[in-house]
């Protein structure tokens, strides 16, 4: 029987595997970077302001581009994630690029302790993270758990509505209702689809968009915001329309679905 700690190590082994095939990917687009692109969409600078000299903690920040994206803006930021591998990139990259920014190598479930139970202004998680997650509410406790009273989650991530679909086409292929892990054996990335890959075992979970509002409630935050985006951030299907800055859309003959969301959740004053 497997673990999900043996899930997560296989999930770790992937993400390790990936990050140099990453950083060398048009779709990352580092040279771009490094000379001054801010990675984030126009809507999140528009849903998540005043970010200027806050404490900001980015939950599986991968290697840091979006992190020190925010930190371009005047936020002060730290990066958390499990891959070491990742981690060491972003601190070369905000060191190279003369950016103030902590990074720390650490599983989002240790995240409280790894940061020394320090609380932030604002918790930020993106594209690509939940479904790595395998409980979704003991994660909505450690984002309470970082954030200072009056702090604020942004969430920005893959529409789970979406993930019930084949990987060709519009057909139901996948439960939308299920506590078990969906396993992948899936060589490359959706970064480079033909990079030559060892470690391709994943383990993802779908988490509905009542367990993520349940679970964040739970955890005593109040919800400010819950937008359903009709666009998506990679190739999703082989007919997705790709628009402006890495962003993908249903073509015109074919009905809109959710594909992403993003959702601002704030801790209340004690
Ligand atoms: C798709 S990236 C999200 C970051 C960002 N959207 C990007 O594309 O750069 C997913 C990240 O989650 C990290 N990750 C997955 N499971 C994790 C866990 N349990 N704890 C910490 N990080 C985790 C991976 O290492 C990876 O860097």
Not at 2 to 23: C, G, K, M, Q, Y
Not at 69 to 75: E, N, T, V, Y
Request: glycine share 6%; hydrophobic share 40%; proline share 5%.
């Amino acid at each position: 029987m497997t673990t999900d700690a043996e899930r997560l190590d296989a999930n770790r082994r992937n993400w390790d595997e990936r990050v140099p095939i990453h950083l060398a990917s048009p779709y990352y687009d580092l040279a771009a970077f490094r000379a001054g692109r801010n990675t984030l969409h126009p809507f999140e600078l528009e849903e998540l302001t005043d970010v200027a000299g806050k404490a900001l903690v980015h939950l599986q920040c991968h290697f840091g581009m979006d992190t020190l994206s925010w930190a371009r803006l005047g936020a002060r930021v730290t990066g958390l994630d499990f891959s070491n591998a990742a981690i060491e990139q972003a601190r070369a990259l905000a060191h190279e690029l003369n950016i103030e920014a902590d990074f720390v190598t650490s599983n989002v479930y240790d995240a409280v302790a790894a940061l020394q139970q320090r609380q932030f202004d604002i918790v930020y998680v993106n594209m690509g993270s939940l479904v790595w997650l395998p409980d979704v509410h003991v994660w909505a406790d450690i984002v309470a758990q970082l954030l200072r009273p009056g702090g604020r989650l942004y969430l920005l991530d893959g529409h789970p509505y979406s993930h019930v679909f084949g990987e060709e086409q519009l057909t139901v292929e996948v439960d939308y209702f299920s506590a078990e892990p969906m396993r992948w054996d899936e060589p490359g990335s959706y970064a480079d689809a033909n990079a030559s890959t060892a470690h391709n075992t994943t383990f993802e979970w779908t988490h509905t968009i009542g367990s993520i509002i349940t679970s964040l409630a739970t955890a005593g935050l109040h919800i400010e915001f819950l937008h359903e985006r009709a666009e998506a951030y990679y190739q999703r299907w082989p007919f997705l329309e790709h628009g402006a800055e890495n962003t993908y859309r249903m073509p015109a003959d074919m009905p809109t679905i959710p594909l992403t969301y993003s959702l601002m959740a704030t801790k209340p004053h004690a």
